[in-house]
DNA sequence: ACCTGAACACCGTTCAAGT
DNA sequence: ACCTGAACACCGTTCAAGT
């Protein structure tokens, strides 16, 4: 539109000036792309064809835009439904989702992480998982509880899987191939050698999840969830 | 000793050489005192007595200086000694400790967590927990899938515990604050009430972790463990 | 082998000033 | 109300050079 300069990409005059919603998106942007980490101001300033104390201007500083950032993307977050018949069904549903989404978007987490707001991980869930828990059959404060040690549990799993995504294996790798790891004798090998692999963190979070569900709602573990699941794999004693 | 000069603490001949664990210790020393951020190489090379560029020539780079710092923090970790009667009660209590141990080091878990390094967390209690979940009579991938789980239940707790420290209370006050919250009628008021409040972390993890120790040792829930709690404490329903 | 001064290429943030 | 140039006070890291 209007005239274009090739070699000046900032705006000329007084051209469709910054908004706070702007600097939001194009920050938005910035993190999809290159990290949270490539989020800088001057980026950022640069970006929106600006000098920096604009960016100061409409948005406060950094910490600021990350905070306003993480909840941007949270109400865009938790659009769930659950699914299943059994109430421990729904509400393992709801969560299973919330962690696909949360996978989906590595940069919340890492928004969350650095800017320690486990908690602000998607609001709109929230109200499912409440009004699923109700019509589950609890009330008062065992719903309440509930409510916060399956949160509690979604959300520590969801930021320990993303500290650990690059390189992980319990820490055991190092440590369980070292022949002499576990003093002596004692533990078996199948083990050790189960340890050396990476762990299943798809089958750990489905176990805890359903462990926790049934739990707060009464019900007995049961195996029947996941079948042939956990059945007794004993190996060679060695 | 020898001549001391007021002005320059700069050590004034060859006194004294930087070691790599002198180097270690003072960014310990640093990072207790004021934190991870405050550990810059100028910080250190200064505290040091030295220019920046011995820091690198004796330690690498930041990064290898905070993955080492985390390793040595992590030695001096996890002296626990199983306590209880049954199998279920000693893992339990393992893991209970180990959350105590590293609570009191809050520099470790932010190191970890800036590290992504959720794993590296205690190695020597590794081997009791495998130890004492051989002696509970599992074995194979079955073992290794306890100890996974366990490990990975603690870990993410223990982030999030710590990302949340500041000013936690699973999102909720603001959220369950507002008067609308919760479509509208369906959640009850006791409930609702509950989440404006704290959620009491010590009572999810007890829970969390009772659960999951039991599940995977094949025991059934029972409320045993922690009497009087989770008791039906059904309120009006408004 | 160990240390230095000095620089490079970045940061976040603020100030005084412009329109 | 919104934007600028310029600076301040920091960073991590490296280079060439000293002993």
Redo the contacts with the bound molecule.
Sequence with gaps: MTQKRPTKP?RPKGRA??TADKVLAMALDIVERDGVDA?????L?ADL??????V???VG???ELLDRLIEEINEQLGNVQPRGRTPAERISSIMRSLLAEVRARPHLIALSATQGRGEAIFTKAQEVLAHELTAAGLHGEDAAFAFSTILFHFGGFALLEHAVSHDYRIHGVDHWARADAGSDDDIDEAMRARLRKDADLDEIYEFTLDTIVRALLGERPGRAPTPGRRSGASTSKR
Excluded at 49 to 54: C, I, N
Aim: charged share 20%; hydrophobic share 30%; net charge positive.
């Design positions: 900032r000036p910054v989020l800088t101001i001057r980026r300033a064809g600006v000098g920096t104390p604009s100061y201007w409409h500083n950094r910490n």
